[in-house]
Structure formats: C-alpha cells, structure tokens
C-alpha cells in the first residue's frame, strides 16, 4: 500500500531533551515537506527537501533540523525542545514533474502528536 | 505570508452549495485544496495551475483567477461527508513549498 509513515504518533517529553521524529514513504517520491499544525494557524511548512541531500527551510524553520540521506526517508529533529514546539506534526511526500518542479498532490502522512513539559 | 481564506466556518444543511475563497498577495505557480477531517491527516481535493490547468477529484469544482492571485473552491449539494477543514495552500515556487491559509471549519447537517 502507497503510504507514509511516521513514528511515533504521539510524544511526551520534556524540555531539552532531544528528540526524531521519522518520516518514510514508500511511493520513490522526489519532494518531502515536514508541516506543524496549531490551532487557528493552519499548516506551517517547516522543512522541505526536492531530493536527497538537497533541503531547505520553510515558513518556521527555527529550532528544527532535517536530513535526507535516503530517497524514503526525512527525519525531523528537535536538538533542545522547548514548549513553543508542543504541536501537531505532519510529514508529506510529492512526485517531481517531468519539468522539473512539483505539480502535484501532497500525500500526508498520519501526524505525529509532540507535546514538550 | 499565509493566504487569507473566507469564510472561516461555514454551516449547511445536507444539499445546500458553499463557495470557499482563498486570496494571496504573491504571484503563484498553483493553488491546492485540501480537506481535513478532526484527528485525521489533510486529504488532497485539488491542484489549480498557472495555465489553466486542474487536477483533481471530479465531484469538486475550483477557480483560479491568475490575475487577483485568488482561488474558490465550489461544494454542491453538499453531504454530510463534506464536513471537515478546508485548507488551500499555494505554491510561489513550484516546488510543493505549500504556505496554507488558516482553514475554513464547514459543517453539513441533516
């Protein structure tokens, strides 16, 4: 089954404790996104990547890192989590055009829920 | 910047038609739809091109007006199915780095 997966799906922990969130799929798709969803803000991308090795920030990039050593695979990381970062946390994946860029839909994975004391 | 969508949270009852729009200040490659349901990921509903071109589920309807940089998703004799969280979110890059709005809430009743 096309899908994306994340892991885990809901996480306690505590301030400055670092922490990865994983990201797969399995659909050899190019483009990767990691989003943040708060109440009344919608989705905020974080991190995107167009291939591997190849990332860059989104909209609220602060306190996060990613890495794409592997097509199927982007990481998010929190080196020193901090309150402001209890969200919802979404992963997404996308097949390139065959021009180059990415006219496609976004298949989501099912959310990670992240809360930081 | 984030589009603005209008309205923020509709109400209709099952048959009734609604008209979501999505406005941004930038120059856009293409507008996506999305629709979530609560404690569910975003579902894909539609992709508008620059060009004129759409992808998307059949039942579902959009505009894409290049020049005022809007969009509008068009639901029609909507069921109770169609609850849920409306997003667009627009690419200036064509690179999928989608900047979403802040969603529109509707609800079907019987």
């Known amino acids: 089954e096309a899908q994306v997966t994340q892991n885990p799906r809901y996480l306690i922990t505590v301030t400055g404790k670092k922490l990865t969130v994983t990201c797969s799929q399995n659909m050899n798709h190019e483009y990767m996104s990691w989003y943040r969803q708060d109440p009344g803000l919608g989705l905020r991308q974080i991190y995107y990547s167009m291939n591997v090795e190849v990332t860059d920030k989104g909209d609220v990039p602060e306190g996060y890192k990613v890495s794409r050593k592997e097509k199927r695979n982007f990481p998010l990381i929190l080196e020193s989590p901090s309150p402001n970062q209890t969200s919802l946390y979404f992963c997404a994946s996308s097949p390139r055009t065959s021009g180059g860029g990415s006219y496609n839909e976004q298949f989501f994975g099912p959310g990670t829920r992240l809360t930081v004391l | 910047q984030q589009p603005v969508q209008s309205p923020q949270a509709v109400i209709l009852r099952e048959g009734e038609d609604a008209v979501i729009n999505c406005s941004s200040s930038?120059?856009?490659?293409?507008v996506h739809w999305y629709r979530q349901k609560h404690g569910e990921a975003p579902v894909f509903l539609m992709i508008?091109?620059?060009?004129?071109e759409q992808k998307g589920h059949e039942k579902i309807s959009a505009s894409f007006n290049e020049k005022k940089q809007q969009s509008s998703l068009y639901l029609t004799a909507s069921q109770l199915s169609y609850s849920g969280t409306y997003f667009c979110?627009?690419?200036?890059?064509?690179?999928?780095?989608?900047?979403f709005g802040k969603g529109t809430m509707l609800l079907v009743s019987p």
């Open positions: 508008l091109l620059k060009g004129g």
């Open positions: 979110g627009t690419d200036k890059k064509g690179y999928s780095t989608l900047t």
């Open positions: 930038k120059a856009l490659y293409s």
